[in-house]
């Protein structure tokens, strides 16, 4: 006998140093979940698919279009980019065929039928089709590369990235942005009845004011969670000029509602991460202000932006837009009057606003309730996953970076809503969706991977107790 012993008892040693290993490795796959989100950055093919979508939203030119005609056919830039992000995220779901559940998140399923009843809508506005049925077409590419990104092992590390993504390119349009206003006034500001005399545009790539102001609101407030998290302060103090950057650009691009979606994100993010030291700060100092100084009515006056109270009221108009969205819905309530297009058409006109500046009415009027509630329902359920994650009582969560994350998805989604509250990004290809759809990623591999250690964890329980 190799053992030196009977064959019983080296049957005996054998299975038991075979229940000793398995549980060793068990017990390091545990341990290795702890940092269930790695915090470094790794490209994948589903990854540039993001950027390339990312780039097709930016215009560098206006072309001079038919009267009646709504969007650019000749965009053979932005076209190109979509086929080819098209392209990438098919090949990726193809190869990685054995994750395709893990790629398909519920939330995510929704919002590829809605996507797929914005095409179909484009059959009740004939006269727009190809617009109608192009925009649809983009949200379903925007679904299918999210979930090439998942598709990936580990993937709450590769939706982490999508997320990261988003900030550092808006980063860079920020300084863009502020280096046209420096070089060239003429293109890259207006003048403003408002307390600050002058609006901030992108002139190249062209962006209007509100875009601007929220890509500068994201940058902030992702500056702002990482200076809170855990790291070296050398790094941090390089973050500094860049929130400075972002919230001179958002001061100047005055946008009511990407300041007020800031101010609320950064509530939730420090409610949420414990920081009610930050938190206590920020309310004695605002406080302070508003009995102290005129600050409240500066803040006001900013506000105002120049105008009187009734189109304030109105949300610069935007009410009687919805107004008559809201009438259209009712004359065809289940599959809606055409996606993106009748809106344009027949309420705002060709000329006029490319949207509603509304999401839920973007939705109602073009996909009905068929659109609706797949939309409604992905937003309702990524909110319920998120606010979930923490529940399942996963040591990641407990930790400070692990709050932060949390805590600064949260806000992100926040930033989101309070946007679409007077903007149509969240209901078709723009960068308000594109950020929702990183929320989502989030929630749904963070709640698969917390799933699967807990799993090995109860592994470990059982493989101990039976040794």
């Known amino acids: 006998m190799r053992c030196g012993k009977s064959t019983s008892e080296c049957a005996r040693l054998d299975r038991a140093t075979l229940r000793a290993s398995g549980i060793a490795r068990l017990e ?21 698919a993001w950027v390339a979508m990312f780039f097709s939203i930016l215009i560098w030119s206006l072309s001079d ?9 000749t965009n053979y830039y932005c076209i190109v980019l ?39 809508s484009s059959l009740y506005v004939s006269a727009h089709a190809f617009y109608s049925m192009w925009k649809g077409l983009e949200v379903v590419i925007d679904v299918l590369v999210i979930a090439a990104i998942l598709s990936y092992p580990q993937a709450q ?17 920020v300084i863009v942005f502020l280096t046209e206003a420096v070089l060239m006034p ?25 875009a601007v102001a929220f890509l500068s609101a994201v940058t902030a407030f992702a500056i702002i969670c990482r200076l809170y998290r855990p790291g070296r302060m050398s790094t941090k103090l390089c973050y500094l000029p860049f929130l400075c950057l972002s919230l001179l650009a958002l001061t ?14 950064l509530v939730v993010y420090l409610l949420f991460d414990r920081r009610l030291v930050s938190f206590a700060v920020v309310c004695v100092v605002c406080l302070l202000a508003v009995m102290y100084t005129q600050a409240v009515s500066v803040s006001f006056q900013y506000m105002l932006r120049g105008q009187d109270e009734a189109l304030v009221s109105s949300l610069s108009g935007r009410t009687e837009g919805w107004e008559a969205a809201w009438q259209y819905f009712k004359g065809a309530p289940i599959a809606g009057r055409g996606f993106a297009a009748f809106a344009r058409a027949n309420i705002l006109g060709t000329t006029g606003l490319s949207s509603l500046h509304g999401a839920l009415f973007e ?32 040591p990641w969560f407990r930790s400070p970076v692990g ?8 806000g992100v989604l926040v930033l989101v809503l309070v946007r679409a509250s007077t903007s149509s990004g969240l209901a078709m290809h723009q960068d308000n969706f594109m950020l929702f759809l990183t929320v989502l990623a989030y929630a749904s591999s963070m709640r698969n991977a917390t799933r699967s250690s807990s799993d090995d964890e109860r592994s470990v329980a059982i493989a101990q107790a039976s040794a």
């Not at 207006?190 to 209007?208: C, F, Q, T």
């Not at 100047?252 to 994100?265: G, I, K, N």
């Open 363 to 394: 939705v109602l009027v073009g996909t009905g309730l068929l659109g609706l509630i797949p939309w409604a329902g992905a937003i309702g359920w990524t909110l319920a996953r998120l606010l979930s994650l923490p529940g399942n009582a996963h």
């Open 82 to 120: 979509v086929l080819f992000a098209a392209g990438v995220a098919v090949w990726v779901l193809l190869r990685n065929g054995t994750r395709i559940q893990q790629a398909f998140p519920g939330p995510l399923l929704l919002l590829l039928c809605y996507g797929v009843v914005a095409m179909v």
């Open 28 to 48: 390091r796959n545990v341990v290795s979940s702890q940092r269930i989100l790695s915090l470094k950055t790794r490209l994948n093919l589903g990854l540039v």
């Open 65 to 73: 279009m038919r009267a009646g005609e709504l969007g650019d056919s």
């Open 403 to 410: 709050r932060s994350i949390q805590a600064e998805m949260l």
């Open 157 to 173: 590390n590769s939706a982490r990235t999508a997320y990261r993504i988003l900030p550092v390119l808006n980063g860079v349009l």
């Open 186 to 210: 003429q293109w890259a500001l207006s003048p403003s009845r408002g307390y600050i005399s002058i609006y901030m545009r992108g002139a190249m790539p062209i962006m209007p004011e509100n």
């Open 252 to 265: 100047f691009a005055q946008s009511r509602t990407s300041v007020v979606a800031l101010a609320l994100a």
